[in-house]
């Protein structure tokens, strides 16, 4: 059971991350396409956004490990 809910969380976790960055990206292209000049502190600040919303799924793999360890 706890590899079940260990690969549900990684998952869910990677589907949201998935979503996220989908929203970051397609976000800043279109201020990218809105103001073009921008285009330098847009994509800086969407690089930041992105390496955020990747450490959710790594916190995931590390709590599912250590959950299957118990």
């Known amino acids: 059971m706890g590899i079940l809910a260990a690969a549900i969380a990684v998952g869910l976790a990677a589907l949201g991350a998935g979503i996220g960055n989908g929203l970051i990206v397609g976000r800043t292209v279109e201020g990218i396409a809105r103001q073009p000049e921008a285009r330098g502190l847009l994509q800086t600040t969407m690089f930041i956004g992105i390496g955020l919303v990747e ?4 916190i995931a793999v590390v709590i599912a490990f250590i959950a299957l360890g118990r």
């Open 55 to 58: 450490a959710l799924p790594i």
